[in-house]
């Protein structure tokens, strides 16, 4: 009997590349994430310290000038800061697409597998089968051979 042959292989093949892809692409999206989330702490390290001497401004004495400055500051730092936060739900988003898109090209994948091998069990069992019959007619033959003809005289 011939070898085994799973002629789903080169669909197998295709699945486990595109799950290899899909691992990279979360990977990448993974790492965008997490630098964003890098700037949004910069961006709120900034403001705190805006805040910061935004206090100490006013607290001293200061011209009008330089307080709404420093207010204006404020306000453009915080939209930064919303800006960043906003861009960091995105790509948390996008992170998260890619792994659903790759636990279920995994699916996919084991499906796949788990099937390949119950085909490779049944061509396995179906060999042992070929091969029992032929070993018990091996038997048969070998028996009919020792054993004399019955109308043989003693």
């Known amino acids: 009997m011939s070898q085994f042959r799973f002629r ?3 669909v197998l093949d295709v699945r486990r590349r595109r799950e290899e892809l899909l691992q990279g692409e979360m990977a990448q999206a993974l790492r965008a994430f997490a630098a964003q ?5 910069m961006a709120e390290t900034v403001l705190e310290e ?6 100490r401004l006013a607290a001293g004495s200061t011209n009008l000038r330089e307080l709404r400055a420093a207010h204006e500051d404020l306000g453009r730092l915080r939209r930064e800061l919303d800006h960043e936060r906003e861009m960091a739900g995105q790509l ?3 992170a998260l697409d890619r792994r ?5 090209a995994s699916q996919e994948r084991e499906s796949l597998v788990s099937l390949r091998k119950r085909a490779e069990s049944a061509h396995q069992a179906e060999v042992q089968r070929v091969e029992q019959r032929e070993m018990d ?8 051979h020792r054993t004399p ?3 043989a005289a003693a």
Do not use: K, N, Y
Not at 100 to 104: F, G, P
């Open 100 to 104: 659903e898109a790759l636990i279920a």
């Open 37 to 41: 989330q890098e700037r949004v702490v």
């Open 137 to 144: 007619e091996l038997a048969s033959r070998r028996a009919r």
């Open 50 to 55: 805006a805040v910061a001497a935004m206090r």
């Open 8 to 10: 789903l292989e080169p």
């Open 149 to 151: 003809p019955s109308g």
């Open 92 to 94: 948390e988003a996008v």
